[in-house]
């Protein structure tokens, strides 16, 4: 086995772990016992329980983000059936990652400053690009006249922000994820049009 393949190994065993007993219970000799590896030889990939678990929320940060992409190339389609499109994708690839349920609830629950701050750089390079298609989104409804033009893109990717990841945590917690969604997606299907005007 390659170094980059037992590295994984040893992410994949993490994320299992942490999935199983969250952040918090996961023990470093958890993720060797289910990597298959001696505890003291994740210290070679590693520097702590730290960098594995923001690791793991990169990566799956980056596996959603994969999947998004399709829905942000705007051309040859209308930008609100496109946003529209990728904000329903959007929560349901968030609400079938078990490890995402537990970091959004992490996030905004939890004491631990160290754990939310671990998550937020684990989040931030999907953050960043998320914004910057909200801005973009913006930027072309301004310039189509469908959106004001007074609208600031920064703000309007922000409020964006700000709304689903409170939306991330409602879902979380819901005990009636089927009826949530079919509520957010009626709502989406109702205020898009309404702030694009069409």
């Not at 190994?9 to 000799?29: C, D, H, P, W």
């Not at 329980?49 to 051309?75: G, N, W």
């Not at 209308?78 to 996030?107: G, H, N, P, W």
Request: with cysteine; charged share 30%; glycine share 4%.
């Amino acid at each position: 086995m390659g170094k980059n393949e037992t590295r994984q190994n040893i992410l994949s065993a993490a994320r299992t772990a942490f999935v199983q007993y969250g952040y918090e219970k996961t023990a470093m000799e958890d993720i060797a016992n289910l990597a298959n590896r001696a505890k003291t030889s994740i210290y070679y990939y590693f520097d702590n329980k730290d960098e594995i678990f923001k690791t793991v929320v990169e990566q799956e940060c980056e596996s959603i983000r994969a999947k998004l992409e399709p829905y942000t190339v705007l051309e040859g389609q209308m930008i609100s059936v496109k946003l529209r499109d990728y904000l329903k994708k959007r929560v349901e690839l968030i609400t079938s990652s078990e490890l995402f349920k537990q970091i959004s609830i992490a996030e905004y629950s939890d004491i631990n400053l160290k754990l939310g701050s671990l998550i937020h750089k684990g989040r931030e390079s999907m953050d960043i690009w998320e914004k910057e298609f909200f801005i973009k989104i913006c930027n072309l409804g301004k310039a189509s006249g469908i959106l004001n033009s007074e609208i600031n893109p920064e703000q309007f990717a922000s409020i964006f922000e700000m709304l689903l990841k409170s939306i991330e945590v409602q879902f979380v917690i819901s005990e009636n994820r089927s009826e949530l969604k079919s509520t957010y997606e009626a709502m989406i299907d109702f205020i898009i049009p309404k702030v694009f005007n069409y």
